[in-house]
């Protein structure tokens, strides 16, 4: 179970460590907490926290036993800090969120902790909102017990989910700030680490993966039988396995070569290196199971140069044959275009263009000669836009631009100035073969909308209808 300053931690309350201000401040938080408040009488607002007072440690043992059969929840919470610490920090949770004298700043203060807490331990928004489902679905079923006239107890169940709901969203908040300051902090770490040396890094990495395969194997095939299964050369206590488990995994979070070293590891500590233990003395027998645990390592080697290679070309932030923006920041950059846009009520397109023909020329050339021709391309259209313009790698055939403050003659006419560049601009491959590519374009103009991806479709729908007429030609999009 996650743990905060030593204590365990409730999944709705736990002492928050990030620096902000606070929420209770905000005049639309106090007129809608006191617009909630209003919806019951003083009478009511009792009466609705005597039934949560009798049904809080019931419905906290619901919680939890709805949160533990969800696979997500359950690898979090543990059964024994459950029922020694969290019933019963829920169920106080729930007592205080209802009382007649809580306040609000007492009310927030409380829900900003608990979100800063969800931040640090990872529960998601998702997985807050179920637990508050069963709470109000509870507290609803205990007031339709209770003896409140029908008029009464409509309101008094509107104001149970009304209260729950500004807990939940204050969370809420809290945790979306949270998560994106310990985002920022990941990021500031991987930059971090990617400022050093990476060949060096790759190397040490390299030389620690060979010295531990060297002693597993110098210890299960030459030594004496006592040391068959000598303690502390399991790859999760070598210096490699110890950075591959605590290091690898969180600066090259999802990269598919980390579960696939693991596998290999896993293949030779499981299987091959019992079978070698089994067939000492058999010369034969033995030499080619070492032949199989060393082709295990041969291929963590090359996982390992590429895993270092790709992350390295992608934080970079450029696509390394061409060196156009990675598409991983085109988000971030479409997103400050449009505030600029609308603050200072200015336009931008996107263009959306294909190389024709290079799928071809890369099944009859080779990659190698198609990447060559990219990278040309690339160089001959950085030179038809500006210097505050921006050019992305999409694909294998596509770039995307981001052209500024401009209007829609403008812009078609970069797009046609794109195209000529393509028709007259020979490429080289790595021979004395040259080869003249076209392009299709699909234009958008900005026209207000706030969602970049909208933008981007927009783009990409027409630069589909460019195709649709055979290509070397450009559309606009409506």
Known sequence: MPRCNGVSTSSFACPGTFKKKSMTSTPLRQRTWQSTRDLVDKPTRQAVATAVDHAADALAARFYAVLLADPQASGMLDHQVVNTRLRASLARWMRELFKPESTLDACMTTQERAGAAHARMGVSIELVAQGARVLKRGIAQELAASPLPRPALALAVQYTYEMVDLAVDAMNQAYAS???????????????????????????????????????????????PEAMHPPGLESGSSQFGLWLRHKASLLFDGAPQVALIEAHIARIEGELLPELARVRGQRDTSLTVVRSITLQVDHIKRLLADMFDSYVAEEDGHDAPSRLLNRRYFPAVAKREIALAQQHHSSFAAVALELDGLEGLRASAGSSAAERMVHQAAEALADRVRAGDFMFRLGDAQMLLLLVEVGPQQAQ??????????????????????ARLTASIGLALFDGHPDFQRLLDRAQQALQAARREGGDCSVLSD
Not at 413 to 434: D, F, I, K, Y
Request: charged share 25%.
């Open 413 to 434: 006419g970069v797009a046609q100035g794109l195209l000529n560049c393509c028709r007259e601009r020979a490429l080289t491959g790595p021979g004395p073969a040259s």
């Open 178 to 224: 949270g998560s994106d300051r310990l985002s920022r902090s990941d990021e500031a770490y991987r930059l971090q680490f990617l400022s050093q040396n990476m060949k060096a890094e790759r190397e040490r990495q390299k030389s620690g993966l060979l010295e531990w395969a060297n002693q597993i194997l110098l210890q299960y095939f030459w030594e004496a």
